[in-house]
């Protein structure tokens, strides 16, 4: 199984800040990889996917990039309804994994 | 609208199978694939297995022996079976739809539901 690493775990910042989540992969997935913001109690939702392929309607505040084992999600300046869990997703190859998940908080 | 709607008991006994299905309302079972995600409390997200519109399945190795992922396109339904559960198969279940190749588009999700395993 192609293993999926995020950075950080867990991340409390303030309206307004740049903020970058990092997964890593264990193998090159190439472009493979998809973003999701999960809010509680609800549904995951896809942001982005073929690691830079902003999803219509998702904010242009995020933004994705990165090939092959580094990549990451990027908030050019946060927003109060950005807080959830982040989760990457690589789907090169099956299984498909996901990361561990990035929980943000706003401050 | 496309829209997925989970069914099946909220609790399982240890050792018994667990079985869901997922009716789909707004939109064919065809040329899609249908990936089940799972969710333990409070944990993260991990991908059992899917199915796509030819009847072909991938599976988590972890359940592999267990699993089993199924498509009845007169019913509009796909169905999921996992084997001889444990406390660690306890979680929120989620039916998805999406397409396949570089551009993935996991768009749909049902709205999850919670199985227990627990005697």
């Known amino acids: 199984d192609i293993q999926m690493t995020q950075s950080p775990s867990a991340m409390s910042a303030s309206v307004g800040d740049r903020f970058t989540i990092t997964c890593r992969a264990s193998?090159?997935?190439?472009?493979?990889l998809g973003w999701f913001q999960q809010k509680p109690g609800q549904v995951p939702k896809r942001l982005i996917s073929?690691?830079?392929s902003l999803q219509s309607g998702v904010p242009s505040r995020f933004s994705g990039s990165g090939s092959g084992t580094e990549f990451t999600l990027t908030i050019s300046s946060l927003q109060p309804e950005d807080f959830g869990t982040y989760y990457c997703?690589?789907?090169?190859?099956?299984?498909?994994?996901f990361g561990q998940g990035t929980k943000v908080d706003i401050k | 609208q496309v829209q997925l709607q989970e069914s099946g008991p909220g609790l399982v006994k240890p050792s018994e199978t667990l079985s869901l299905t997922c009716t789909v309302y707004?939109?064919?079972?065809?040329?899609?694939?249908w990936s089940w995600i799972r969710q333990s409390p409070g944990k993260g997200l991990e991908w059992i297995g899917n199915?796509?519109?030819?009847?072909?399945?991938n599976y988590s190795p972890s359940l592999n022996s267990r699993l089993t992922i199924s498509v009845d396109t007169s019913k509009n339904q796909v169905s999921l079976r996992l084997r001889f559960v444990t406390a660690a198969d306890t979680a929120v279940y989620y039916c998805?739809?999406?397409?396949?190749?570089?551009?993935?588009?996991?768009?749909?999700w049902g709205q999850g539901t919670l199985v227990s395993v627990s005697s």
């Open positions: 998805t739809r999406h397409t396949g190749g570089l551009l993935l588009r996991l768009d749909y």
């Open positions: 707004g939109g064919s079972i065809g040329t899609y694939y």
């Open positions: 199915i796509d519109y030819t009847g072909g399945t």
């Open positions: 193998q090159d997935i190439g472009d493979y």
């Open positions: 073929a690691a830079s």
């Open positions: 997703l690589q789907y090169k190859n099956y299984p498909w994994t």
